[in-house]
T-cell receptor, first 110, second 113 residues
């Protein structure tokens, strides 16, 4: 089976940095995705990692270590609009599906 | 181009009834996946279709079924509804496989009373 763990909730202050960790144990690995989901809305794509290392995209960065089964999403210069749920999803090899973690709810406070 | 569309957006049904949800993928996308989302459970994979063929199915009872048409539009059906089926049902499309970037529709909020 697939096991993907991420913290349930995190709170941070506007302008700060928050790091959301994701650990996974899957039958194979063919890439890891991060999605953002605002309350009542559909998930939207943030990042994709398939090789080890850091991918930076504006205020958001994502890191992957395949040997450790570990990824993190780094949100910098937090804004109120970043309050949302962040979903980690793994694409196991040749499985034609994504396996999602339960999501991390990030609350940004003024 | 238009995004993924799902109909209806909201639905209220009673136990024992059946329901059919519809999903139209982004033009050119041939892979359609369905997920159930409930508080605390995250997104649970239901099934994935490509070229009218189901390539993978999640751990849901046989009451949950789906299909895909030649134009890549997809439907899912839930028969003999139970209270626990109340959830947000999300459809996602991608070019040829879920490992490509998936684009999600707005979802159908199903309430079973």
């Amino acid at each position: 089976g697939q096991n993907i763990d991420q913290p349930t909730e995190m709170t941070a202050t506007e302008g700060a940095i928050v790091q959301i960790n994701c650990t996974y144990q899957t039958s194979g690995f063919n890439g890891l995705f991060w999605y953002q989901q605002h309350a009542g809305e559909a998930p939207t794509f943030l990042s994709y990692n398939v090789l080890d290392g850091l991918e930076e995209k504006g205020r958001f960065s994502s890191f992957l270590s395949r040997s450790k089964g570990y990824s993190y999403l780094l949100l910098k210069e937090l804004q109120m609009k970043d309050s949302a749920s962040y979903l980690c999803a793994v694409n196991p090899s040749n499985d034609y599906k994504l396996s999602f973690g339960a999501g991390t709810t990030v609350t940004v406070r003024a | 181009k238009a995004g993924v569309t799902q109909t209806p957006r909201y639905l209220i049904k009673t136990r024992g009834q059946q329901v059919t949800l519809s999903c139209s993928p982004i033009s050119g996308h041939r892979s359609v996946s369905w997920y159930q989302q409930t508080p605390g459970q995250g997104l649970q994979f239901l099934f994935e279709y490509f070229s009218e063929t189901q390539r993978n199915k999640g751990n849901f009872p046989g009451r949950f079924s789906g299909r895909q048409f030649s134009n890549s539009r997809s439907e899912m059906n839930v028969s003999t509804l139970e209270l626990g089926d109340s959830a947000l049902y999300l459809c996602a499309s991608s070019l040829v496989a879920p490992g490509d970037e998936q684009y999600f529709g707005p979802g159908t909020r199903l309430t079973v009373t």
